[in-house]
């Protein structure tokens, strides 16, 4: 794959989007979905995934910063600049975000239809202390499980039913199904009732309706 600047510069792109998100979070109190939302939103996030030098090695993360949320329109008082911003899950979080973006050469604004800043820091934990590559392999499969279709969906489709005529059935809000559908609320964390009855319903084990596999959530996330 031709990536969009060389690997020399690499580190300097990590280092400043981790600063970033770390300024915007623990410095200016901002959600980090929101500040990679003004990010994108600004141009910046293009300019940096272009490898423009001003923004992957010219500019602290900080300086970045004040530069989106000033092209935003954001009235604030900007904090100081913190002298060290490589200990926090925060800091992180961008770092591994440029890299991310550096190695599988999707725009940002792609990546954040996929993936959140809070999904990416959940992973923190876990994942801090091993390769980016693992990080790189954890999130494309996060990715395409969430492009795939959910168990529910072909179950219903398999029996027939229009969403409508499912939750009906069921005795479930139609919105909570469509949820439950897109992976927008996690059905494996549903009550035991509205699962029992699903499968009655589609004529379907629990099982078939979740979306793991018995023992498959454990070490999913492993280094």
Not at 86 to 107: E, K
Not at 163 to 172: D, F, H, N, S
Not at 183 to 212: H, M, P, S, W
Request: with cysteine; hydrophobic share 35%.
């Amino acid at each position: 794959m031709i990536r969009a600047y060389d690997r020399e510069y690499l580190d300097d792109a990590m280092k400043c989007l981790g600063e970033a998100i770390d300024y915007a979070a623990n410095s200016c109190r901002m959600n980090m979905d929101d500040f990679l939302e003004l990010f994108i939103g600004t141009g910046y996030a293009e300019q940096f995934a272009a490898g423009v030098p001003k923004y992957v090695s010219g500019v602290s993360g900080t300086e970045l910063v004040m530069d989106v949320l000033t092209k935003a329109g954001t009235d604030m008082d900007f904090p100081e600049a913190r002298i060290e911003y490589d200990y926090s899950p925060q800091y992180w979080c961008g770092w591994i975000l440029a890299y991310y973006q550096w190695y599988t050469g999707r725009s940002f604004k792609d990546i954040q239809k996929h993936i959140t800043m809070q999904e990416v820091e959940r992973i923190y934990p876990t994942l801090h202390e091993a390769s980016e590559n693992k990080f790189v392999d954890i999130v494309n499969r996060m990715i395409r499980k969430k492009n795939q279709t959910t168990r529910l969906q072909t179950q219903r489709k398999i029996s027939g039913y229009s969403q409508r005529e499912l939750a009906e059935k069921v005795g479930v809000n139609l919105r909570t199904l469509q949820q439950y559908e897109i992976r927008a609320k996690d059905i494996n964390k549903a009550a035991g009732v509205t699962l029992l009855a699903l499968a009655k319903t589609l004529g379907c084990r629990v099982e078939d309706l979740l979306e793991y596999d018995v023992g498959e959530t454990k070490g999913t996330f492993d280094t």
